[in-house]
C-alpha cells in the first residue's frame, strides 16, 4: 500500500528592492531549491522499501545499507514517525531524490545525503524556554487543577515531588491552592514540556507552604522561605493508595481472627501489584515470609526509626537482606499475602524500637541552606515572591 504523502516546492523569500532573494534553509539545505514530500512511515515499512518506492537507485540503496549503525541505524525507523524526501531536476530535467531526512521527534532530524560523498548529518532544534506563573484553586485533585485552567498537567507531576516530604497529595481539600512559576520549554512555536519549577506557594490545611529552588555549586534543592529543605527524611506515604482502611490503634477487632489486638501500622488499600517504595535511605534487614504478615520487608534508616512493609505479593527484583536502599526505591508490590482480607499494604514504623503512628509522624529535615549563602538565598526568596504574587 502507497504511503500517503504531500508535496510541497517552496517558494523564494521576497528581497528589498537592489537585493538578492532571501533564501531559506532547513536542516542546513536551501529548501527552496527542492520539490519536497512529506510522508510519514507506516506500519512495517523498512527504509529499503520507502526508498525503492521515492525512486533511489541501486546505488543510493547500497550506499545506506553499507553505513555504520553509528552513523544511521536503520533499525530505529519507526511507524508513524514523519520524514521528508527532497527532489531535484538535473541538467537534463530528470528529477532526482537528493535528500532524506527522518523526523523521529519535533526536536531532532536525522538527514541523509544521497549524492556524491553519501552521509549523514544530524540536526537538533534549540529549546526556547519561557518562564510562566500561574495559580489555580484545586476542585478535586492536582491534575484536574492544572487540566481544567488548561495548564501544563507535568506540573502536576513535579509539584508532587516537590512536596512530597510536607503535603499528603491524597488529603487535598477543595478550596486549597497553589501559585507557581516555572519555565515552559518550547520548540518553534510547540510546547514540548516544562523545565525548571523556581517557585511555588502551596494552601493547605489552612497554611501556606512555600518552596524555592536554589542552585549554588553542590547545592541544588528545593527550601523553604526560612532556608530549611522541603525533602525531609522520609516521604510521607510508601504508595499510591486509595484508602486508608485502617489506622494506628491498640485496640482493632482483627477481621479475620475477630479478637481485638494492637494494629501498630497503617492499612493502605491499593491494588494488587501497586509499587510499594521506602520512605527513606536505609538498609533492608529484613526479606521474608513472616506468618500473618506475609511477604515482608523490613528497612533500618538510622539509629532511631525503622520502618516493615507487610503483605506483599513480591519484593522488587534484586532486593536482599544488607541491600542499601534509597528513598523512593521500589522495594515490593502490594498483595495480599499473609492473613489478609484483600490487597493492601500494612506499613509499620518504630521509632527507638516502640512502634509510632505513621501518620503522626514528625520526618526530621535535611540539610538547610548553609549559612555562606543566606543573602543570597534572601534574595532570590525575596524575587520569587514578587513573581509568584505578581503574576
Not at 503535603?167 to 477543595?174: A, M
Not at 516493615?308 to 541491600?323: E, F
Not at 505513621?358 to 524575587?383: C, G, R
Request: charged content about 25%; hydrophobic content about 35%; some cysteine.
Amino acid at each position: 500500500m502507497m504511503a500517503s504523502c504531500t508535496t510541497r516546492r517552496e517558494s523564494k523569500g521576497e528581497a528589498a528592492r537592489g537585493q538578492e532573494p532571501v533564501v531559506r534553509y532547513e536542516w542546513g539545505l536551501p529548501v527552496d531549491s527542492f520539490r519536497i514530500d512529506t510522508c510519514q512511515v507506516k506500519e512495517g515499512e523498512t527504509l529499503g522499501a520507502i526508498m525503492s518506492r521515492l525512486g533511489a537507485t541501486r546505488k543510493q540503496i547500497t550506499g545506506i545499507t553499507l553505513m555504520p549503525r553509528s552513523e544511521f541505524d536503520v533499525r530505529t525507523i519507526r511507524s508513524g514517525k514523519t520524514y521528508y524526501a527532497l527532489f531535484q531536476s538535473d541538467t537534463a530535467g530528470i528529477e532526482q531524490l537528493c535528500y532524506y531526512v527522518y523526523q523521529p521527534n519535533i526536536r531532532e532530524a536525522v538527514v541523509l545525503h544521497l549524492t556524491d560523498s553519501m552521509h549523514v548529518e544530524r540536526f537538533e532544534k534549540p529549546i526556547i524556554h519561557r518562564e510562566r506563573a500561574a495559580e489555580v484553586v484545586i476542585e478535586s485533585s492536582l491534575w484536574n487543577a492544572m487540566a481544567g485552567n488548561g495548564l501544563p498537567t507535568e506540573l502536576a507531576l513535579e509539584l508532587s515531588d516537590i512536596y512530597a516530604w510536607t503535603i499528603d497529595f491524597f488529603g487535598l481539600q477543595k478550596g486549597d491552592s497553589i501559585r507557581v512559576y516555572y519555565d515552559e520549554q518550547y520548540v518553534d512555536s510547540v510546547r514540548i514540556g516544562i523545565g525548571r519549577i523556581y517557585a511555588a506557594d502551596f494552601y493547605h490545611a489552612r497554611r501556606w507552604q512555600e518552596a524555592f529552588w536554589f542552585e549554588d555549586g553542590k547545592i541544588h534543592n528545593y527550601f523553604d522561605a526560612e532556608g530549611n529543605s522541603l525533602r525531609k527524611a522520609f516521604l510521607k506515604a510508601p504508595l499510591n493508595y486509595k484508602r486508608i482502611s485502617s489506622k494506628f490503634t491498640h485496640a482493632r477487632k482483627h477481621p479475620i481472627y475477630k479478637v481485638v489486638r494492637p494494629h501498630t501500622g497503617v492499612d493502605y488499600a491499593a491494588p494488587m501489584g501497586t509499587p510499594v517504595v521506602s520512605i527513606g535511605d536505609g538498609v533492608v534487614t529484613m526479606k521474608q515470609y513472616k506468618g500473618g504478615g506475609g511477604h515482608t520487608v523490613k528497612i533500618k534508616h538510622n539509629s532511631t526509626y525503622t520502618t516493615a512493609y507487610l503483605h506483599l505479593s513480591k519484593y522488587a527484583k534484586g532486593l536482599a537482606v544488607g541491600k542499601h536502599v534509597r528513598q523512593g526505591e521500589v522495594i515490593g508490590y502490594v498483595g495480599s499475602s499473609g492473613s489478609s482480607t484483600g490487597p493492601h499494604l500494612d506499613f509499620r514504623v518504630w521509632k527507638n524500637g516502640s512502634p509510632i503512628d505513621p501518620l503522626k509522624m514528625q520526618s526530621p529535615p535535611a540539610e538547610p541552606i548553609p549559612a555562606q549563602y543566606k543573602d543570597t538565598f534572601a534574595t532570590v526568596v525575596e524575587n520569587y515572591r514578587q513573581l509568584l504574587i505578581n503574576k
